[in-house]
């Protein structure tokens, strides 16, 4: 299980921060309101996992707060943002979402960016080969002749009339269109 310290300054986020925490199974070790009092907590206990939501006015600060990232080279941050970032950011334990933050594509970002994390929490790893099934089910029906918009509609339809998940009714898309 990934130990996750949780960096806030707005309640807004946080509540979206928690939500994400258990929804990836991970375990909020510690919380705090300021970068500072976040190495203080890394020097003492460490964690694999920073999330960071990084106010508006202070994001053009990212690439110091890159910097500080890289002085932890064993913890990954995952930095919620209000817009993309005009530099590319040169610390590897660095990752950047942009606000609204959804799971699939944090998910995504993730997969692609440190891979290792998801060896490391099966839950999110789980979570992971969910999504990557439901964007291939989509892709099917796109490719049969449907909108992404339709797609998408199809799938939601067919899991709730059949009262199962997405990803068993992505499941049951692909195994369709594959004995065709």
Request: contains cysteine.
């Amino acid at each position: 299980m990934l130990r996750v310290l949780l960096v806030n300054n707005a309640l807004s986020a946080q509540a979206r921060l928690i939500s994400l925490i258990h929804r990836c199974g991970w375990q909020l070790s510690q919380q705090v309101s300021t970068l500072s009092a976040a190495c203080i907590q890394l020097n003492q206990a460490g964690a694999e996992l920073v999330l960071v939501d990084i106010p508006s006015q202070e994001e053009t600060a990212l690439s110091q707060l890159a910097e500080m990232a890289a002085k932890f080279p064993d913890t990954y941050f995952l930095f919620w943002v209000s817009k993309k970032p005009n530099a590319e950011l040169s610390a590897r334990n660095v990752i950047v979402c942009l606000r609204p933050l959804r799971l699939d594509g944090v998910l995504k970002q993730i997969s692609e960016q440190a891979p290792e994390l998801l060896q490391r929490s099966p839950k999110l790893k789980n979570l992971a080969e969910q999504i990557r099934q439901i964007a291939q089910a989509k892709r099917v029906l796109i490719e049969s002749g449907m909108s992404e918009d339709e797609a998408h509609h199809t799938l939601e339809k067919m899991a709730m009339n059949q009262r199962i998940s997405r990803c068993e009714a992505a499941l049951q898309v692909i195994k369709t269109y594959q004995q065709e």
